[in-house]
């Protein structure tokens, strides 16, 4: 209780508002943070985090206004966590930011929980971009294994969930941490407006905090607090998956009792808020809604919760309407459709972003899942290779018993040569099995091309019907840009299925195929455009070579088609692969008009995609634009 006697004493120093100067008191502060966020699990927390921020608050500022640079950068670390857990967002990012600048000195605890909160800070406030960076630092320094909360973010639910239970190992039962689990698995299926999905994992986890709650009555590990948070929040949510199904039995007090216990969680309290107004104004008490209403508008003021504020805004027009204050109901309607086309228009924004991300993030499952499956081969192999000893040593055996045999016994020598042709029988049917397994292999290996193929179609396909809703031009060009790139791989998987050789591709023929697609794609009718295509027939390259190539010919064709040749009625256009024993030159030509001003913007992301292909060839890129457009392309074989 000494922690909390002198605790006691510094707050009440600072409730009679007499700042406490320098940087003795800011220490004992950051001592007194540190032993009940880290170095004991025993001590409770005696306040709460409004006095922990009015307390940081003053310290910090009175380190700034010191210039004491040192003591406000270690006193902004606890003040960051404390607006992160306020979810407010706008004070806590610069903070967060300015920390994370100096990473290189941060001990590996802080900096990985400066990660995470960077991160949800940046997803928040829709910088999707930049959260996907964070993301992919947190996964190679090995902090984390998946990407469901930038799918959640994109309004890529299914995928959210398949990641979160693909790569999210569940925590030990009877821990926090599965409860926490259970909490992020039943958002995403609330997203999807899955509500019995949804119900089925709250359940789940409020029988487990039950269990929880019972088990630390025994051993005394777990904050009580924490505890009774989860098991009436777990009751609330299954509450409020009923309410959506229009099911208000006994809403009401249960409800109430999970905004009680919310304690330091004001979002949970915010979002129940809302909801138990929903349950008020069903019964038609009118004026205790409108109160609760007021109490949640406070603590979203200074929150960025984007599904809580369109509850809110919702719940606020069904609260008017009910009134009768048609203005007002119509005011909050209104609001709640624009907030929620701002929602959607994100939406729409971050999975244009993730989709330019898509590769590198897909690469980074795959390696995971690789990694998985490497270990699970590893297993096999090992024990192929035991059973494979034991079988070779009973061989042994076997042939030094029959060898003693026959040389003890002449007589058995008929019967010897019987055993030696039926062992050579059983070897012949094991040869055959193994070419059988192999041959089912290769099929397997066909079709799987097949499918990959058939799935980029289908992708094609849906941004064809995306295009037919849109009349905007530049969307429309923007989703065909993206239609060449997906057929760019496509074709890759169709050479393989055709050819036979699921490893290497005979580029000729690929290419020759790209650029009728492109040619059929943007060449208008009266032009004369003349496509040159150099390339060696025996020339192959693995598949991962010839996507990336695939691609950066796709771009270069396609600006070549829209832009080179658009008031000519004549061109030539050249594509030229060398290759010798170390290196591949790559030359795509047009003799068109060049690069003009007004092209910038339309080329920026094509020549974005081809520079990271070329990053991911190890290649050199030089663009001359004399004379038309010539890229050069120059990289080593593997």
């Not at 004992?28 to 985090?49: E, H, Q, R, V």
């Not at 928040?124 to 964070?134: D, F, G, V, W």
């Not at 890529?156 to 698995?185: G, M, S, V, W």
């Not at 799935?455 to 849109?470: D, E, F, G, T």
Request: glycine share 2%.
């Amino acid at each position: 209780m000494l922690i909390s006697f002198t605790l006691s004493a510094y707050a009440k120093e600072i409730s009679f508002n007499e700042p406490i100067k320098g940087a003795k008191n800011a220490s004992f502060l950051l001592n007194i943070w540190d032993s009940i966020n880290y170095k004991s699990d025993n001590i409770k927390d005696p306040y709460k985090i409004e006095t922990w921020e009015r307390m940081f608050v003053l310290e910090y500022n009175n380190a700034v206004n010191a210039n004491n640079i040192d003591l406000a950068f270690k006193l902004s670390i606890p003040l960051s966590y404390i607006y992160h857990s306020e979810t407010k967002f706008s004070k806590g990012t610069p903070l967060l930011e300015n920390i994370y600048a100096h990473k290189t000195n941060l001990p590996k605890r802080i900096y990985k929980d400066i990660l995470v909160k960077l991160e949800q800070e940046y997803r928040a406030a829709n910088n999707i971009e930049k959260a996907i960076q964070i993301r992919k630092e947190r996964i190679a320094n090995h902090y984390i294994n998946n990407y469901w909360e930038i799918y959640k973010d994109c309004g890529l639910y299914e995928a959210a969930i398949k990641d979160l239970i693909q790569f999210q190992t569940i925590p030990a039962a009877n821990t926090i941490a599965r409860l926490q689990y259970y909490f992020l698995l039943g958002e995403l299926y609330l997203d999807m407006k899955q509500y019995d999905s949804a119900k089925m994992i709250y359940i789940k986890a409020l029988i487990e905090s039950n269990q929880l709650i019972a088990l630390n009555k025994k051993n005394k590990i777990i904050n009580e607090d924490k505890l009774s948070f989860w098991e009436s929040s777990f009751s609330g949510d299954i509450v409020k998956c009923n309410i959506e199904k229009g099911e208000f039995n006994n809403a009401i007090p249960i409800l109430k009792n999970d905004i009680n216990n919310s304690f330091q969680n004001s979002d949970n309290k915010a979002d129940k808020m809302i909801v138990l107004s929903r349950c008020l104004i069903n019964v038609k008490k009118f004026n205790l809604a409108r109160a609760y209403l007021d109490s949640a508008s406070k603590i979203l003021s200074e929150k960025i919760s984007k599904p809580i504020q369109q509850s809110f805004l919702l719940t606020n027009s069904e609260y008017y309407t009910a009134v009768n204050n048609i203005d007002s109901a119509l005011f909050y309607y209104k609001s709640y459709n624009n907030y929620r086309d701002l929602l959607y228009k994100n939406i729409q924004k971050n999975q244009s972003i993730l989709l330019l991300a898509q590769m590198e993030i897909s690469n980074r499952r795959n390696e995971l899942l690789e990694s998985k499956q490497s270990l699970v081969d590893s297993n096999k192999k090992n024990d192929e290779q035991k059973n494979l000893l034991l079988i070779l040593l009973f061989f042994l055996v076997t042939s030094i018993t029959i060898s003693t045999s026959i040389y003890l016994n002449s007589v058995a020598n008929t019967k010897s040569k019987n055993k030696i042709e039926a062992q050579n029988i059983m070897i012949n049917a094991h040869s055959e099995k193994i070419e059988a397994q192999f041959n089912h292999n290769e099929t397997l290996l066909k079709e799987l091309h097949h499918r990959v193929k058939n799935n980029l179609q289908v992708m094609y396909s849906l941004l064809n019907l995306q295009k037919r809703r849109n009349t905007d031009a530049d969307t429309i060009e923007t989703l065909s840009s993206i239609q060449n790139r997906i057929q760019t791989m496509a074709l890759v998987h169709q050479n393989l299925y055709n050819s036979g050789d699921f490893e290497m591709v005979e580029l000729l023929n690929y290419i020759k195929t790209l650029a009728s697609h492109l040619e059929s794609i943007y060449k208008i009718d009266k032009q004369k455009i003349v496509v040159k295509i150099e390339i060696e027939e025996s020339l192959k390259l693995p598949i991962e070579t010839v996507v990336a190539i695939g691609l950066i010919v796709n771009e270069a064709v396609s600006n070549s088609f829209k832009y080179a040749f658009k008031n000519s009625q004549n061109g030539t256009l050249l594509i030229k692969v060398l290759s010798n024993i170390n290196e591949i030159a790559i030359t795509i030509q047009d003799n068109g008009k060049g690069i003009q001003n007004e092209q910038k913007k339309e080329k920026s992301l094509g020549m974005k995609l081809i520079n990271l292909m070329c990053l991911q060839l190890k290649a050199t890129h030089t663009l001359e634009t004399i004379n038309g457009v010539t890229h050069h392309i120059l990289f080593n074989q593997a």
